[in-house]
T-cell receptor, first 111, second 112 residues
Framework: QQPVQSPQAVILREGEDAVINCSSSKALYSVHWYRQKHGEAPVFLMILLKGGEQKGHEKISASFNEKKQQSSLYLTASQLSYSGTYFCGIITQGGSEKLVFGKGTKLTVNP | ETGVTQSPTHLIKTRGQQVTLRCSSQSGHNTVSWYQQALGQGPQFIFQYYREEENGRGNFPPRFSGLQFPNYSSELNVNALELDDSALYLC???????????FGPGTRLLVL
């Protein structure tokens, strides 16, 4: 039940906005967003929990639509430092309680 | 507060050999999860350890095994290495089993 991320890749100019989507075929308990730069470990961005609670520590927002079984990550006024590959990881309801990651969305921000 | 650390950073092995990778969890974290990340893919869950017990396993063969120690550090052992085992191996620690996971820098394994 790997989540499906879209788009696969996006190229922006500095200051533009982007939305990355993450869809699940099963009901979600939580969605975890990470950013990974080339050759580095994934860095935690945000966790969204069933019931609407959202926890994160960067100026990036996200939504969690339980009915549609999907989450979206919103990057506004993008900066060069936002470049990297974004992964969503999901924990499904009634599942194994283990994170299952999507294939990632590669974001490139150009000057 | 120290973050998650892993050793070694890089490793080259030949097919059939065995390898041990190490992970020290973040201070205060009692859960360690191991992931395999192939080039261009998302991390794939191998297994998780919670208070020294295996707490779930992904779709990996038994030649992938692990341990967690009383200080919550962990090892990943892979026997009979295959070429397809070449990947970045990540460990992540968390305070409780299903909460936010923080990743270490990874060990890049190349099997020749």
């Amino acid at each position: 039940q790997q989540p499906v991320q879209s788009p696969q890749a996006v190229i922006l100019r500095e200051g533009e906005d982007a939305v990355i989507n993450c869809s699940s075929s099963k009901a979600l308990y939580s969605v975890h967003w990470y950013r990974q730069k080339h050759g580095e470990a994934p860095v935690f961005l945000m966790i969204l929990l069933k019931g609407g609670e959202q926890k994160g520590h960067e100026k990036i927002s996200a939504s969690f639509n339980e009915k549609k079984q999907q989450s979206s990550l919103y990057l506004t006024a993008s900066q060069l430092s936002y470049s990297g590959t974004y992964f969503c990881g999901i924990i499904t309801q009634g599942g194994s309680e283990k994170l299952v990651f999507g294939k990632g969305t590669k974001l490139t921000v150009n000057p | 507060e120290t973050g998650v650390t892993q050793s070694p950073t890089h490793l080259i092995k030949t097919r059939g050999q065995q390898v041990t990778l190490r992970c020290s969890s973040q201070s205060g974290h009692n859960t360690v999860s191991w992931y395999q990340q192939a080039l261009g893919q998302g991390p794939q869950f191998i297994f998780q350890y919670y208070r020294e017990e295996e707490n779930g396993r992904g779709n990996f063969p038994p030649r992938f095994s692990g341990l967690q120690f009383p200080n919550y550090s962990s090892e990943l052992n892979v026997n009979a290495l295959e070429l397809d085992d070449s990947a970045l191996y990540l460990c992540a620690s968390s305070q409780v089993r299903e909460e936010t996971q923080y990743f270490g820098p990874g060990t890049r394994l190349l099997v020749l």
